[in-house]
């Protein structure tokens, strides 16, 4: 388990980080639970860290717990955001997925979503898996792995 020390220790590791890669940024969060670290960064210019479709936010969330797991022997998974982006990107999945579910249940057509990360695929299936109307199936190969929301048989 991370204590305050780690703490400290993470965030001048992340400071550093960017600095040497000359981005200010602001720690607006950081806390820990369930063995997961979270950190919320506040940038000026988001999407060059974010990128196309969060690969560039994924990539970098890979580095920088590589380079923190070098000073921090503890187990732990990073989970970076950068202006709430991954937390407004699950309530529009949450969102559309209930919209197209409820879609699917009145028109009787299933829909296709378009290709997606499993992470994303994963909100979907998690958010209509209550559902006794529609079931969700992911198809495809990745990259171009797609969820089907149903009439539920």
Same mark, same amino acid.
């Given at each position: 388990?991370?204590?305050?020390?780690?703490? #400290? +220790?993470? &965030? %001048?590791?992340?400071?550093?980080?960017?600095?040497?890669?000359?981005?200010?940024?602001? @720690? =607006?969060? /950081?806390?820990?639970?369930?063995?997961?670290?979270?950190?919320?960064?506040?940038?000026?210019?988001?999407?060059?860290?974010?990128?196309?479709?969060?690969?560039?936010?994924?990539?970098?969330?890979?580095?920088?717990?590589?380079?923190?797991?070098? #000073? +921090?022997? &503890? %187990?732990?998974?990073?989970?970076?955001?950068?202006?709430?982006?991954?937390?407004?990107? @699950? =309530?529009? /999945?949450?969102?559309?997925?209930?919209?197209?579910?409820?879609?699917?249940?009145?028109?009787?057509?299933?829909?296709?979503?378009?290709?997606?990360?499993?992470?994303?695929?994963?909100?979907?299936?998690?958010?209509?898996?209550?559902?006794?109307?529609?079931?969700?199936?992911?198809?495809?190969?990745?990259?171009?792995?797609?969820?089907?929301?149903?009439?539920?048989?």
């Amino acid at each position: 388990m991370l204590d305050q020390k780690d703490f #400290k +220790i993470i &965030k %001048e590791i992340v400071e550093e980080f960017f600095k040497k890669i000359d981005l200010e940024i602001f @720690i =607006e969060n /950081l806390n820990f639970r369930e063995e997961i670290l979270f950190l919320n960064l506040k940038v000026k210019e988001p999407k060059l860290l974010i990128g196309e479709r969060g690969e560039a936010l994924s990539d970098l969330q890979h580095l920088l717990k590589a380079i923190t797991k070098r #000073k +921090i022997k &503890k %187990e732990f998974y990073l989970d970076l955001d950068i202006n709430n982006y991954k937390k407004r990107k @699950i =309530e529009y /999945l949450k969102e559309l997925a209930k919209n197209l579910a409820d879609e699917v249940a009145l028109t009787k057509k299933e829909k296709i979503l378009p290709p997606m990360s499993a992470y994303e695929r994963r909100i979907i299936h998690l958010e209509l898996a209550g559902r006794k109307d529609v079931t969700t199936q992911s198809t495809g190969k990745e990259p171009d792995r797609k969820v089907i929301i149903k009439l539920y048989p």
